[in-house]
């Protein structure tokens, strides 16, 4: 443990069909930047849970397929049980770069954010250098338009899976009422808006390599409706017009 540190960082994994990629996201993880990891395999068919377990990572396993959203709301109900104060939603297929948790955490560790995201739009030369598809790039940049325009945000990808957020914002969002899918993420950011929490980004560089997991292009387009249907919603909801649950 950092002893610079006094913030227990919990990383979570959610996993889904990673068994030869979470070792190298494990190794790659700088001693010293966490004090627990947990990961969470939503019943894979594959060794990911071997992998994990023989690697000493503490393991949970679903033993039916939840969907991704669902598998993030078992890190951060473990995560929370084992009073972490930071938790960081770090992917096992390596797509995200493990040696950033230092840069994701400090934002919180200084107290000058509450959630940090890891924007691989910051510099978009570096999310084309790293193979991040033309349509992706683009339909990110309208999301995370639409979303800043409509939330009062500043974000540059709101479509980022690499976050860290502070204890007290998993305890203040229903984040169990969220999309069991991949809408999950960005359910969350509407809920960290409307309580006004603290939002920053770190930048971070694109990897997009045949063992990552990335969903297609229709599966992207339904996604991106899906959003955009939400935050109309909410809007609608903070006009008085309907009530959802999880917004409000």
């Not at 991704?68 to 104060?85: H, I, R, S, V």
Request: hydrophobic share 35%; net charge neutral.
């Amino acid at each position: 443990m950092d002893m610079e540190r006094d913030k227990k960082v919990i990383i979570v994994m959610p996993a889904y069909y990673a068994e030869k990629t979470v070792e190298k996201t494990f190794r790659a993880i700088p001693e010293g930047s966490y004090d627990e990891i947990i990961l969470v395999d939503d019943a894979s068919q594959d060794k990911t849970v071997e992998v994990a377990q023989n690697l000493g990572i503490k393991t949970i396993v679903h033993e039916k397929n939840k969907g991704y959203g669902a598998n993030q709301k078992t890190c951060y109900d473990n995560a929370l049980k084992m009073e972490g104060d930071i938790v960081v939603m770090l992917h096992p297929d390596f797509q995200y770069d493990p040696t950033l948790i230092p840069e994701i955490t400090k934002p919180i560790l200084e107290d000058k954010a509450d959630i940090v995201y890891g924007s691989r739009m910051i510099d978009k030369s570096l999310a084309k250098k790293g193979g991040m598809p033309w349509w992706k790039i683009f339909g990110n940049g309208i999301l995370t338009g639409y979303f800043n325009l409509m939330l009062g945000t500043k974000l540059t990808d709101a479509a980022s899976g690499y976050i860290a957020y502070s204890r007290k914002v998993l305890e203040s969002i229903p984040y169990n009422l969220n999309d069991d899918g991949f809408c999950f993420d960005e359910e969350a950011i509407i809920q960290c808006a409307k309580r006004k929490f603290r939002m920053s980004e770190i930048p971070i560089p694109s990897r997009y390599e045949n063992e990552s997991s990335s969903i297609s292009f229709n599966r992207s387009v339904k996604y991106g409706i899906k959003l955009f249907w939400q935050i109309f919603q909410y809007k609608l909801q903070q006009i008085g017009l309907v009530k959802i649950k999880k917004f409000e």
